[in-house]
């Protein structure tokens, strides 16, 4: 799977028609209407009068009457302990034909049919939900984006909301961060599933395709969104080859002859979709589509890589070509042409016309300059993998389009592969607004609210936090070169190791954590380290962080759905100390990393240490820009000048959050182009 822009029409193959949803709720919770197709994003008058109904959606009067719910909910689950088990699974068969019949009012018994999936938790799992946990269940259940603290148990929540979406007979998936979260949660809560007489399943990367179906055939399944939109576009490739049920039904009907190797249709439907830390999934995963590409052969490719990838390395910036940092690209001069012209008998003959070899050389000083091992990839078993920046995790199957994935294996030395040949794609933002029934929740979602409502029509509600935040945020500290903030952060990790407190240090890149490694190494300080190259352990390595003095070393992967329980005594210490070591292009992933102390009332630290020479501002402040704080900051100094230098990397953050929107309202306004452009709104695909 790669990144590049596309869409599908709007028929899709086993997406429930509209006039099933079933949508009739009461008028002050009445959710966004999402009938299938979705139109084009309101533009003029229509923008001001959609915005107009997004602030009213987030008003707090919605808030206060889910508040009352959750509590009559919480009341309600506490009176049901006194029952036997005969009469709670009877209770749980009436409420579940309440719902089937009523999917969104259950007939007007919505708060006890929570209040009896609540008392179910409890006999299953031994969680009694909290009112706040009630509150995000019904917020979920009225088509709200739920936002919930880190550590508010938004695994319980999501599970309450998830049982009533499959009484109601309805598919419900649950999309999560990751394939990890998408296993440990659906493991986690199977007992709450099971006693509700819900069928649970998971569906992760590397699950074969034939075990696929059954999996997809429960009713809630826990899965990626990358996975649900690939099998999504699977099945569109299937209907349009006519290998869907009911042409195969037509062939044997007919007569004619059906292999038993053709196809059927993956997922069985799309019609609920709950999506955990859903900026992660709807905002941040958003920059770009998912293609389904098979290989293609290009003759003479891998010739032509190679010889300009050498090239590339003798060709110099400011006199060959010019960087484009912001852009992550470069303009080829006429110096590098020259140079590309020297070189014209070395190469393929398809590759020498001048547009496809500045092409190639574009593609090689991209690698070189914005590409980076331990940052962008790896190297696993002799093979590209790529990694993602926003989870820390690597992404096996995927691939950079355009030619960017071969001049990688080029730059590394391995064998160049194919190309890709893409045979479907769409959106992520398409797909996510076909959905009639929406929901999500996230710690952080309430800087990225306006985008949330004009896509996908979610409102962000606040939800309280079940016990007041303790943790204490230290002010940022702003360092001149990135050599000094590593050497303070080492000091400070090593200061907080000898009063015992256990400590996660978040950086960005693999890179970036085994120099943080071989510094506390160094130093003879024990340590865990938690990267995508190291990730066997995670469970063990999360599971032992808040322990006294622990010294845990995490890429973004510990940012996310990772719950750092507190052993005995700490939390009286001081708790967990969070160290954020490298600023992340979205202030929003700094903010989860953060979240990972200060849980359920704990007490906890956080720590910021960032230099000038950081990845965010080099590539998001101007040079001169960068010089004039610097000056300014060793001329005023102290915690003036600190202050004025982490503004200045605010605003750096606020720059690329604005570039990472542009590219993605880029490539919705392409899938509109697209759909006018394409004139089978009918059809079952696009053309291989």
């Known amino acids: 799977m790669s990144a590049a822009a596309g869409t599908l029409p709007h028929t899709l193959p086993g997406l429930l028609p509209a006039q099933d949803a079933g949508l009739q709720v009461d008028a002050l919770l009445e959710p966004p209407v999402r009938l299938p197709p979705p139109g084009r994003l309101p533009e003029g008058a229509d923008r001001l009068g959609d915005w107009l ?52 009012a259950a007939r007007g018994r919505l708060v006890e049919a929570f209040a009896i999936v609540g008392e179910a938790a409890f006999r299953a799992l031994g969680l009694r939900p909290y009112p706040v946990q009630f509150m995000g269940a019904l917020a979920l259940h009225h088509g709200w984006l739920a936002e919930m603290a880190t550590g508010e148990g938004k695994t319980l929540t999501v599970s309450l ?35 509700c007489g819900v069928k649970v399943a998971s569906v992760v990367a590397g699950l074969e395709h034939q075990d696929r179906p059954e999996r997809y055939d429960a009713d809630v399944v826990y899965l990626t969104a990358k996975e649900l939109l690939a099998d999504h576009l699977r099945d569109q490739l299937a209907a349009r080859s006519g290998a869907d049920p009911g042409r195969l039904a037509l062939r044997r009907w007919l007569g004619v002859p059906v292999s038993p190797r053709m196809s059927v249709l993956l997922v069985r439907g799309l019609h609920t979709a709950i999506v955990d830390e859903a900026d992660n999934v709807l905002i941040d995963e958003a920059v770009t589509p998912l293609i389904l590409s098979a290989p293609r052969e290009s003759l003479g490719l891998a010739e032509a890589v190679r010889v300009v990838a050498a090239l590339a390395d003798a060709v ?84 950079l389009t355009a030619g960017l994935h071969q001049a990688v294996e080029a730059r590394e030395g391995l064998e160049v592969t194919d190309p890709s040949e893409s045979l479907g794609q769409m959106s992520f933002q398409s797909f996510f607004r076909r959905f009639p029934r929406l929901a999500g929740t996230s710690g952080t979602a309430r800087e990225a609210r306006g985008e949330l409502w004009r896509i996908y029509g979610l409102g962000v509600l606040p939800v309280p936090t079940h016990r007041p935040r303790q943790a204490r945020t230290e002010p940022v500290r702003v360092f001149e070169t990135a050599e000094g903030k590593w050497a303070a952060v080492v000091e400070l990790v090593e200061s907080l190791h000898r009063e015992g407190h256990p400590v996660l240090v978040g950086v960005r890149s693999v890179q970036a954590s085994q120099q943080v490694a071989d510094r506390l190494q160094t130093r003879g300080l024990p340590f865990a380290l938690l990267n995508a190259v190291l990730h066997a352990q995670e469970a063990h390595i999360v599971m032992r962080a808040g322990e006294p003095g622990r010294i845990t070393v995490a890429t973004n992967m510990a940012g996310r759905g990772t719950d750092v329980s507190l052993a005995q005594g ?50 998001f402040l101007w040079p001169a820009a960068r010089a004039a704080l610097l000056a300014t900051m060793r001329s005023i100094g102290g915690a003036r000048g600190n202050a004025m230098a982490a503004r200045s990397l605010r605003l750096a953050q606020w720059r690329a959050e604005a570039d990472a929107f542009a590219r993605r309202r880029s490539v919705l306004k392409n899938d509109d182009w697209l759909d006018q452009a394409l004139p089978f709104e009918g059809g079952g695909g696009l053309a291989a």
């Open 161 to 195: 909301a998830a049982v009533l979406a499959a009484w109601s007979g309805r598919p419900c998936h649950v999309v999560t961060a990751n394939d990890y979260l998408a296993e440990r949660d659906a493991q986690h809560m199977r007992l709450l599933y099971e006693h």
């Open 316 to 399: 110099v910036v400011g006199r060959d070509y010019e960087l484009l940092p912001r852009q992550r690209t470069v303009n080829i001069g006429q110096g590098g042409r020259r140079a590309l012209a020297a070189l014209d008998s070395a190469l393929p003959a398809v590759w020498r016309p001048e547009p496809r070899r500045e092409e190639l050389l574009r593609q090689a000083l991209t690698v070189r300059h914005f590409i980076r091992r331990d940052h962008q990839y790896i190297v696993d078993d002799g093979k590209i993998v790529l990694l993602d920046e926003f989870t820390g995790r690597m992404t096996p199957g995927r691939t």
């Open 53 to 104: 109904r997004g602030v009213l959606r987030r008003r707090p009067a919605h808030a206060r009457e889910l508040q009352r719910q959750a509590r009559a909910c919480a009341e309600a689950c506490a009176a049901l302990a006194h029952c036997d088990e005969a009469d709670l699974s009877q209770r749980l068969t009436v409420a579940r034909e309440a719902v089937r019949c009523d999917p969104l």
């Open 570 to 619: 700490v939390a009286d210490s001081g708790g967990l100390q969070v160290v954020i070591a490298e600023a992340n292009e979205s202030g929003r992933i700094d903010r989860q990393l953060a979240g990972r102390c200060g849980r359920q009332g704990d007490p906890g630290r956080v720590w910021t240490l960032l230099s000038l020479e950081d990845g965010l501002p080099e590539r």
